[in-house]
Nanobody, 121 residues
Framework: QVQLVESGGGLVQAGGSLRLSCAAS????????MGWYRQAPGKQRELVAA???????NYADSVKGRFTISRDNAKNTVYLQMNSLKPEDTAVYYC???????????????WGKGTLVTVSS
């Protein structure tokens, strides 16, 4: 009943920018937090940035000062503005939402399918 739809990935040269979007849709009662994770080849999936419905944010040290997470609660959408991109930012980026769906007893994590970000040197 709940799905996360991502957009905005692509190919960019080092120093460039991309903006990722993720919209949660379906039978949603409330969203506790949304965020972005990424996974590069041969590496573990890591948290990039997260934001609560109240606006509190958390960033990985590697992206602080370059990436900005924001949200539009009315649209159940989270954004990730990525500036000054580096080749090491290349990864599949996954949207995550911690939310209560209609009929769910407890809150659950939902994941998008991922969107590829490639930064060339």
């Amino acid at each position: 009943q709940v799905q996360l739809v991502e957009s905005g990935g692509g190919l960019v040269q080092a120093g460039g920018s991309l903006r990722l979007s993720c919209a949660a849709s379906g039978s949603i009662f409330s969203i506790n937090a949304m965020g972005w994770y990424r996974q590069a080849p041969g590496k573990q999936r890591e948290l990039v940035a997260a934001i609560t419905s109240g606006g509190s944010t958390n960033y990985a040290d590697s992206v602080k000062g370059r990436f900005t997470i924001s949200r539009d609660n009315a649209k159940n959408t989270v954004y990730l503005q990525m500036n000054s991109l580096k080749p090491e930012d290349t990864a599949v980026y996954y949207c995550n939402a911690d939310l209560y769906g209609l009929g769910e007893r407890w809150g659950m994590d939902y994941w998008g399918k991922g969107t590829l970000v490639t930064v060339s040197s």
